[in-house]
């Protein structure tokens, strides 16, 4: 037992004081992952948040269900985009480093009103590969079925048909949305109503060793406290989502 102890003790020594970490992600979310030029927001968190610890990011782009399993299979340092829902131990996940929110986006020259999935019955939508999946059971007995539904991998596809006024709304991050929007300078005076239907999502970063986790959470509170986190997100024009976070906790908390 001692041995096998130590060899744990060598072993994680080893991985942390590496200088090359290989960070496994899903593939490409503009603006928070962009592979073509290894870039996007999560990315140059994780980068930047590694360098200080004296390390390199070297990323590996996998479709995004083989995420977690890379990690279990210890093939992997980092893994990033992930939470509880993934079946992942919550022993190995960071502090929460990025939130995302999905929610309906309608042309506001349309005049729909969205208050709850329901409203959205009989209208054209386009969401977001594996909505129907990820957004729940209510969702998926009320639109998924709807002859006008429709799934789309390509997301900047989803932007162009709803700007041009091909569908009633799509279902999609606001973030992401909103980077794909302002892409096109022929949809910049085109206004836009966003519907919150669904609530944030915090994500974590995996990472099994817990020296290199424990450095990257003391590392990420330092940049939020000197408003490193907050330039990054306006580099790559993110809403900051965490606000809506604590709120949405101290709702469940008061309930």
């Known amino acids: 037992m001692r041995i096998a102890a130590l060899f744990t003790v060598l072993l994680y020594s080893?991985?942390?004081?590496?200088?090359?970490?290989?960070?496994?992600?899903?593939?490409d979310?503009?603006?928070?992952?962009?592979?073509?030029?290894?870039s996007g927001f999560e990315l140059e968190l994780t980068r930047a948040i590694l360098k200080e610890l004296g390390h390199e990011l070297s990323p590996i782009y996998v479709p995004f269900g083989r995420t977690a399993r890379l990690l279990k299979d210890n093939a992997v340092d980092i893994a990033l985009t992930l939470n509880k829902a993934h079946k992942v131990s919550a022993d190995i996940l960071s502090d929460p480093y990025v939130v995302y929110q999905n929610v309906v986006v309608t042309r506001?020259?349309?005049?729909?009103?969205?208050?709850?999935?329901?409203?959205?019955r009989g209208k054209s939508i386009i969401a977001f590969q594996t909505a129907k999946n990820v957004l729940g059971k209510e969702y998926g007995n009320t639109l998924a079925s709807q002859p006008n539904y429709l799934e789309m991998a390509r997301q900047d596809r989803q932007v162009n048909m709803l700007m041009l006024g091909s569908v009633d709304a799509v279902i999609m991050d606001r973030n992401i949305f909103s980077y794909f929007k302002a892409q096109n300078d022929a949809y910049a005076d085109d206004a836009v109503t966003i519907h919150e239907l669904f609530p944030v999502s915090a994500y974590c970063a995996g990472i099994p060793n817990p020296e290199l986790r424990a450095q990257f959470?003391?590392?990420?509170?330092k940049f939020f406290e000197d408003g490193r986190y907050q330039a990054l997100l306006a580099r790559f024009r993110l809403e900051n989502?965490?606000?809506?976070?604590?709120?949405?906790?101290?709702h469940i908390n008061e309930s």
């Open 29 to 38: 979310k503009p603006p928070y992952v962009m592979s073509a030029d290894h």
């Open 217 to 221: 959470n003391v590392t990420l509170k």
């Open 108 to 120: 506001e020259d349309r005049n729909i009103a969205v208050s709850d999935l329901a409203s959205l």
């Open 14 to 27: 080893f991985i942390a004081s590496s200088e090359q970490l290989d960070v496994v992600v899903g593939w």
């Open 241 to 250: 989502l965490f606000d809506k976070l604590v709120e949405q906790q101290s």
